[in-house]
């Protein structure tokens, strides 16, 4: 048998390379985020509302997307991932990280609920277990990507945290 280690699970592998406290400084901006972020919808929805009665909350949603977008980037550059400068490059790389997850959500959301509604008996309630199954790995891809794209440093750069 011997004394060899016994390899560690896929997240605990993850997890290594997470700094300490940095994966919770990331769950907190997220829940600081979801909490903003609806909040601007609700008061956008609100006031284009008293503008476009029927379909303002359209505009609503794409207006508050992209402040939210903008106010998560600087909640994960100032207090996640702490970097200094590159500010337009970093925004435009979170821009793309989470058109990208905003994109494999929508793709991945009616084969996820397809799966469900046919392998549980959770029909009525596929679409809400679906989304929230996405939403945690979307979560766990948004730091990844954001660790190492968004916030990465460019190769050869030296360490700036």
Known sequence: MGNAPLPRPA??????????GQGLRFIAVGVWNTAFGYACFAVFALLLGRVQPRYGYI?????ASA??????????????????????AEWTRCVVVYGTSIGLG??????VVFAIRHATPLDGAAPYV???????????????AHKKFTFGRPVGAPETH
Do not use: E, Q
Request: with cysteine; glycine share 6%; net charge positive.
């Open 130 to 144: 679906a989304a929230a199954a996405i939403a945690c790995a979307n979560a766990l891809y948004n730091f990844c």
């Open 59 to 63: 505009l609503a949603s794409v207006i």
């Open 67 to 88: 402040v939210n977008i903008s106010v998560a980037f600087l909640g994960y550059k100032w207090f996640v991932f702490k970097t200094k400068g590159n500010y337009l």
């Open 106 to 111: 929508v793709i991945l959301l009616p084969l």
């Open 11 to 20: 997240l605990g592998r993850l997890l290594s390379h997470v700094p300490a």
